[in-house]
């Protein structure tokens, strides 16, 4: 199984702060990278896949990037309504593996 | 509009039965490859299972630790997507999503929409 590690697993910013999200695999996924937003209570929203590409009506202020195993999310001018927990995962081999999440909090 | 809209979950015994049912909507339901993922209690996502289209003969893939236990389907005629739970154990105690999967430029699938997940509770 391909093991999809994340850092930090929580990290404090204030709004109009730029932050970036590493997310690690254990072998090489073809850039088969997605990421998602995740509220409380809330199922998980597609905010980018193929490691850059937004999914449809998510802003532009997300971005993702990376190469061969090493993965990020920048999310600029964070605002209110991005502090949730962010997870990345692989669809490159099943089993489907996700990273264990990032907290972004005040 | 994609809507998925799970429905069956509940309280049940260790060692017994669920079926959950996701009911789809504002799509050809039929084209695409459908899962269930689940996540326990303040964890992350975890894959359950995949069912794949007609073109592919509906075939089916699980996670190791739900192999055996666990059958996914689907009805393209009622655009409904199942799963049947059975030798449940507490550590099966999750909300349970559906999730459409869509082809990237790759031709891999990747997840884009959820349903809001319903509440499976497995205790004595």
């Known amino acids: 199984d391909i093991q999809m590690t994340q850092s930090p697993s929580s990290l404090s910013a204030s709004v109009g702060d730029s932050v970036t999200i590493t997310c690690r695999a254990s072998q090489g996924i073809n850039n088969h990278l997605a990421w998602f937003q995740q509220k409380p209570g809330k199922a998980p929203k597609s905010l980018i896949y193929?490691?850059?590409s937004l999914q449809s009506g998510v802003p532009s202020k997300f971005s993702g990037s990376g190469s061969g195993t090493d993965f990020t999310l920048t999310i600029s001018s964070l605002q209110p309504e991005d502090f949730a927990t962010y997870y990345c995962q692989q669809y490159d081999s099943l089993p489907l593996t996700f990273g264990g999440g990032t907290k972004v909090e005040i | 509009e994609v809507q998925l809209v799970e429905s069956g979950g509940g309280l049940v015994q260790p060692g017994g039965s669920l079926r959950l049912s996701c009911a789809a909507s504002?799509?050809?339901?039929?084209?695409?490859?459908m899962n269930w993922v689940r996540q326990a209690p303040g964890k992350g996502p975890e894959w359950v299972a995949r069912?794949?289209?007609?073109?592919?003969?509906?075939?089916?893939y699980y996670a190791a630790s739900v192999k055996g236990r666990f059958t996914i389907s689907r009805d393209d005629s009622g655009n409904s997507l199942y799963i049947q739970m059975s030798s449940l154990k507490t550590e099966d105690t999750a909300i349970y999503y559906c999730?459409?999967?869509?082809?990237?430029?790759?031709?891999?699938?990747?997840?884009?929409?959820w349903g809001q997940g319903t509440l499976v509770t497995v205790s004595s």
């Open positions: 504002g799509f050809t339901f039929s084209d695409h490859y």
């Open positions: 069912i794949r289209d007609r073109s592919k003969s509906y075939t089916t």
């Open positions: 999730a459409r999967e869509v082809r990237d430029n790759s031709g891999y699938c990747y997840f884009d929409s």
């Open positions: 193929a490691m850059s």
